[in-house]
C-alpha cells in the first residue's frame, strides 16, 4: 500500500503505516480501521474518509484543511478514550454523523469548519481558533456544531460568534466565558450548562432549554432572542416569582 496522492483504500487495516508527514491530498478511504495511529505533519487537504474506525488517533500539525470525515467512529471500544487533533489546519473540513466522542481539539484552526450531527460527548476545545484575519483590523469568525451532542463538552473561552449550533445538546457543558454573541442556539438543550461570563447578546435562544439558565451570570445579553413561554423560565432562575395574574 502506497500512502500518495488520491490513493484510494477500501476495507482496509492502515494501523501498520507511518503516516509522517505523507503527502494524501485527494486520498479516499472507505470502511477502513487505523488504530492508535500517530499522523503528525500529514497532508491530508481535500481527503474523503468514510465509514472509517478511526481509534485513539492522534493528528498533530496535519493539513486537514476540506477533508470530509463521514458515518465515523474515532473513539474506542469503551468511549472513554477519543481521538486528538492538536496544531492542525482543519479550515472547512466536514464532520458528519462522525462519534468523537472525548475528543480533544487543541490550539488547531478550525475556520468555517462544519460539525453535524456528531457525538461530541466529553469533548475539549482547547484554544481552538474559528477566525480568520482578513485583513490588518479586520477579523472574522465561522464554523457550525448543528445538531451535535456536546454533552459534558468542554468549551471554556470559545470564540464563535455567529456560529451555529441550532438544535445541538449542550447539557452540562461547560462555557465559561465563551462568546456565542449572535450565535443560532435555536434548539439548543442549556439544561445545568456552566455559562458564567459568557457573552449572549444578540443569540437566537428560540425554542431552546433555558431552565436553570440565569441572565445575571452572563457577560452580555442585549439582543438575545427568547420566546415569550421562555421568559417566565428565565426570571425564575433569576428568582423572581412569575404569576399568571
Not at 42 to 49: D, S
Not at 135 to 145: I, K, P, S
Not at 146 to 158: I, M, R, S, V, W
Not at 164 to 184: K, P
Request: proline share 1%; hydrophobic share 40%; with cysteine.
Amino acid at each position: 500500500m502506497q500512502l500518495k496522492p488520491g490513493a484510494k483504500f477500501a476495507e482496509q487495516d492502515l494501523s501498520d503505516l507511518d503516516f509522517t508527514d505523507a503527502d494524501l491530498t485527494d486520498a479516499v478511504f472507505e470502511g477502513c480501521t487505523l488504530k492508535d495511529g500517530q499522523v503528525q505533519g500529514a497532508v491530508l487537504q481535500n481527503a474523503r474518509f468514510v465509514g472509517c474506525r478511526l481509534i485513539r488517533c492522534r493528528f498533530t500539525h496535519s493539513d486537514l484543511r476540506e477533508v470530509l470525515f463521514e458515518g465515523c467512529s474515532f473513539a474506542d471500544d469503551d468511549g472513554h478514550v477519543g481521538a486528538v487533533f492538536a496544531f492542525c489546519r482543519l479550515e472547512e473540513a466536514r464532520l458528519r454523523k462522525c462519534d468523537l466522542s472525548f475528543a480533544r481539539f487543541e490550539r488547531s484552526s478550525l475556520w468555517g469548519v462544519e460539525m453535524e450531527a456528531c457525538n461530541l460527548r466529553g469533548s475539549a476545545f482547547v484554544r481552538a481558533d474559528f477566525s480568520r484575519s482578513f485583513g490588518r483590523n479586520v477579523v472574522q469568525w465561522a464554523g457550525a456544531l448543528k445538531g451535535c451532542n456536546l454533552e459534558l463538552a468542554d468549551l471554556t473561552q470559545l470564540r464563535l460568534p455567529k456560529g451555529d449550533l441550532n438544535r445541538s445538546n449542550l447539557r452540562e457543558a461547560v462555557l465559561v466565558d465563551a462568546d456565542l454573541e449572535g450565535a443560532d442556539l435555536r434548539e439548543c438543550d442549556l439544561f445545568q450548562a456552566l455559562t458564567v461570563g459568557a457573552k449572549l447578546a444578540g443569540a437566537d435562544l428560540r425554542g431552546a432549554e433555558v431552565s436553570g439558565l440565569n441572565l445575571t451570570e452572563l457577560a452580555t445579553v442585549q439582543g438575545m432572542k427568547v420566546t415569550l413561554d421562555q421568559q417566565y423560565r428565565l426570571l425564575n432562575a433569576m428568582g423572581v416569582d412569575v404569576h399568571a395574574e
